[in-house]
């Protein structure tokens, strides 16, 4: 459990809402981030404690992403940077 190379895969799942092109892209990025931190814990292969590291991760990554998301529409751009 909680071993070194599965929380290493979770967290570049974690870091991949960085890719976020749009709205639509982050929703989609973060769902499949979800998904694969609520199958790790079904499959107990990360505990409680760990879990809800990579969803504190999660979450503060995601509010990042928005803000540069936001920011970036507010500039006209569209894509975060």
């Known amino acids: 459990m909680n071993s070194a190379q599965t929380v290493q895969t979770a967290r570049k799942k974690i870091e991949q809402l960085r890719d976020s092109n749009d709205l639509h892209d982050f929703i989609h990025r973060r ?15 990360v505990d409680t404690l760990m879990h809800r590291t990579l ?4 979450n503060d990554e995601a509010t990042e992403v928005i803000d540069s ?7 006209g751009c569209g894509c975060p940077h």
Do not use: F, I, Y
């Not at 969803?55 to 999660?58: I, K, R, S, V």
């Open 31 to 45: 769902g499949v981030a979800e998904g694969w931190l609520a199958a790790l814990r079904v499959e107990n292969l």
């Open 55 to 58: 969803m504190d991760e999660l």
């Open 69 to 75: 998301l936001n920011q970036n529409a507010q500039e």
